[in-house]
């Protein structure tokens, strides 16, 4: 066992697997992709839609692997119609939820304040919050990174004691950078490390000490296997989060064989 900090490795399969066949197909292949691979100092975390969560719990069964959530309520019981709690996700086997992805915000209008309430939410289900920040095109444009994320990380994370933030993973995904948003360019390795640093320096701010340290900080958008040394390897990222790749069993295997590497 290696002693380096583990890395991480999370899909998010996004809305996907609409028929039961898709899904037995990944699993098929998910398996045979596996097979035999050791990953020393690298967890996989599968995030499947709600509906799903269940059978992969069920079908994949590795030290390795824990499994989450795309998205939680913010309370954790009662009258909320449509709704799955945090509470729900950890009981029946997830450990992580994504929360503040871009395209929540986009299509469901939720703001920092209402992802600082499922944040929240999630942490007192006990439950890891992978908390998505980036700035979108327009933002970009006009050279706002800074200000984005620091606006995005401290309303995101408002209340975060110290006690709590190393159980939040902090994901960098510039907005533009998604695959669904059809990127002509990628962040280069310098930029990335560039939010990497400024995450690092709002957490050494707002928790000083070593308690920052323990917050991972992973990178997200259009992640595969070919230019995963250069957005997280090179850019001292702890991990990655995979969208349209992660539906390739063999090629996400492949992106957590080259982090662990
Ligand atoms: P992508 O998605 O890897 O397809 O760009 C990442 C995400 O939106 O989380």
New binding site residues.
Partial sequence: MSTKKEALVVA?FKMNFNMRYELQHWFANFIKAKKGIRLDSTRLILCPPFIHLSSFIKKIRSKQISFGAQDCFWEQKGAFTGEISPTMIRSFGGKYVIAG?S?RRRYKGETNKIINYKVTAALKAGLQPILCIGENAREKKHDMLFSVITKQFKECLYDVGRSRIKDIIICY?PVW????NKPDHLPTTDEIMEAKLLIKKLLIQEYEGPVSEHVRIIY????VSKNVSEVCIDAGMDGV?????SLLPHEFVKIAQTIDL
């Fill in positions: 998010n992805h395209e995904e950078a998604i695959s669904a997200g958008g259009s992640v989060l995979v969208g349209g790749a």
